[in-house]
């Protein structure tokens, strides 16, 4: 594993200082952290959106139009999203956690690349992509079933590229009224992957463990995330009300900087490197 040393030595230490003095920590990760290993963030360096913001739960739900341009979409960007595997910065904090200095790992992404690091005390805030939910019955099942079914139904589609895009999909601009959807096996419902949309709730059990994990906390760190969704954002709120030290490793502006006792604008692959591999 390549850990060698950044140039920016004075980020290096203060970032050592503020963990090695903190043995509680509270992580927050967000997109940025998974950049290094190939999945697209989406916010620029001032927090604006890239691109489209993402569907909406009422979107999806709208009807099948909007349901097929989503699948479609999935089912090209799922061929890289499928392959994509954990970087330096997860590793790193799979390895804290292992020392014993993460209270609880809590992700806004979708990605599953924390538990394929060896994370084991994590909470996927926003779910996780490689499972689908029925909407109807609840059932469960793998995004890689799902996938075989949607290639098996749509063979027309399969030789399409297109630029893959944060969600796990990808910037696929077509006719999709003749892309056929799978039902549930089970109901016949409609199927959603199992993350929380745009104008969905995040599931209390979720918010519920994050909260009494930050309760034990000494400090928060911030990796990968602008904050700009109040999901995230709002245990920063929390953890600046209980006084507690915040930390951030970013590149560009968040929505907390006003609250940060300490701010690094570095990839965070690169800030976190040291700690992939050190014994701490």
């Not at 090209?76 to 209270?103: K, Y």
């Not at 394929?116 to 029925?134: E, F, I, M, Y």
């Not at 104008?199 to 909260?211: K, S, Y």
């Not at 929390?238 to 490793?249: H, K, M, W």
Request: net charge negative; hydrophobic share 40%; glycine share 8%.
């Amino acid at each position: 594993m390549n850990t060698q040393p950044s140039l920016d030595t004075t980020a290096d230490d203060r970032l050592r200082e503020f963990i090695d003095a903190h043995p509680r920590l509270f992580v927050l990760t967000g997109a940025g952290i998974s950049t290094d290993s190939g999945i697209p963030d989406y916010r620029d360096g001032q927090g604006a959106w890239k691109r489209s913001p993402p569907m909406t739960l009422q979107a999806f739900m709208s009807g099948p139009p909007a349901r097929a341009r989503y699948w479609a979409r999935g089912m090209i960007g799922w061929r890289h999203f499928a392959t994509v595997q954990p970087n330096l910065a997860h590793h790193a904090l799979a390895a804290m956690e292992r020392r014993g200095r993460v209270e609880l790992l809590l992700t806004q992404n979708v990605d599953g690349l924390h538990e394929a690091a060896g994370s084991l005390n994590t909470v996927d805030l926003h779910g996780r992509l490689d499972r689908v939910r029925c909407m109807q019955c609840g059932d469960i099942t793998s995004r890689e079933a799902m996938q075989q079914r949607l290639e098996d139904a749509n063979p027309a589609w399969l030789s399409m590229q297109a630029t893959v895009a944060p969600d796990g999909d990808a910037d696929l601009d077509e006719d999709f009224s003749t892309f056929t959807i799978p039902p549930c096996t089970v109901c016949g419902g409609i199927l959603k992957p199992d993350v929380v949309f745009f104008g969905e709730n995040v599931p209390r059990a979720r918010v519920d463990t994050a909260w009494a994990h930050l309760g034990r906390a000494d400090a928060m760190l911030v990796v990968g995330s602008s904050l700009m969704v109040y999901s995230g954002y709002r245990f920063v709120l929390e953890a600046s009300r209980r006084n507690l030290p915040i930390a951030s490793v970013n590149l560009g502006v968040t929505r907390a900087d006003d609250l940060l006792t300490l701010k690094i604008e570095r990839s965070c692959a690169e800030a976190l490197a040291p700690y992939a591999s050190d014994p701490g």
